[in-house]
């Protein structure tokens, strides 16, 4: 079992940025792919970012493509999600999932994804 712990939300004016912890326990995280995603009020969970197993290999949703980042550090079982040049439309609940599997590509889609954190709040004011 994987277990999840997502960190660094929280209120910030439109412009401006944030970075999202994702902090695994219970075993290594070496051999997964790792994802952000995040759902608004009314809406659906949507895809953010993702990236490989080794950290060669990152996918994100066209809204978010060169403002945010995703990176890893399998060290310390933590991923992270660097958001800047913050959208009030990215207000929403950031989570973090984890996928068994070492292929050279991330998955995009929720359905692979077997562990995920509760959440993490941001709001990005206008």
């Known amino acids: 079992q994987v277990q999840l712990i997502e960190s660094g939300g929280g209120l910030m004016q439109a412009g401006g940025s944030l970075r999202l912890s994702c902090a695994a326990s219970?075993?290594?995280?070496?051999?997964?792919?790792m994802a952000w995603f995040r759902q608004a009020p009314g809406n659906e969970r949507e895809f953010v970012a993702a990236?490989?197993?080794?950290?060669?290999?990152?996918d994100y949703a066209d809204s978010v493509k060169g403002r945010f980042t995703i990176s890893r550090d399998n060290s310390k079982n933590t991923v992270y999600l660097q958001m800047t040049s913050l959208k009030p439309e990215d207000t929403a609940v950031y989570y973090c999932?984890?996928?068994?599997?070492?292929?050279?590509?991330?998955?995009?889609?929720?359905?692979?994804?077997?562990?995920w954190g509760p959440g993490t709040q941001v709001t990005v004011s206008s």
């Open positions: 219970g075993r290594s995280i070496s051999n997964y792919a």
């Open positions: 999932a984890a996928d068994l599997g070492i292929a050279p590509t991330p998955p995009s889609g929720p359905a692979p994804f077997d562990y």
């Open positions: 990236i490989n197993w080794s950290g060669s290999s990152t």
